[in-house]
């Protein structure tokens, strides 16, 4: 999650986390355009991801609106405090 939002903040979008409330992970908006993004990560190479309905759903009502971030290639780390994600490259879709 950390890794798409920089990625979307970078790129002049404002950001709130609605995964606690929504079927989506983030709403952003920038000037007049909204996004609902969805963020999938993987320390595999990415080339599938398992989608719930709704997700599936949301996708597929308004396309224009909603981005899929999948982050690949993650490399976990674990310590004494707990699991640490690092790295990975980032592909986004867009409709």
Same mark, same amino acid.
């Given at each position: 999650m950390q890794f798409a939002i920089e990625w979307l903040t970078a790129r002049g979008w404002a950001i709130r986390d609605v995964s606690a409330l929504q079927s989506? %992970? @983030?709403?952003?908006?920038r000037s007049n355009e909204m996004l609902r993004v969805e963020v999938k990560g993987t320390t595999g190479?990415?080339?599938?991801?398992?989608?719930?309905?709704?997700?599936? %759903? @949301?996708a597929e009502s308004d396309p224009r609106d909603m981005a899929l971030i999948v982050v690949s290639e993650i490399v976990l780390t674990h310590s004494i405090s707990g699991v640490i994600a690092s790295g990975g490259m980032a592909k986004v879709i867009h409709p």
């Open positions: 989506y %992970d @983030l709403d952003c908006h190479d990415g080339s599938q991801i398992v989608l719930t309905r709704a997700e599936k %759903d @949301l």
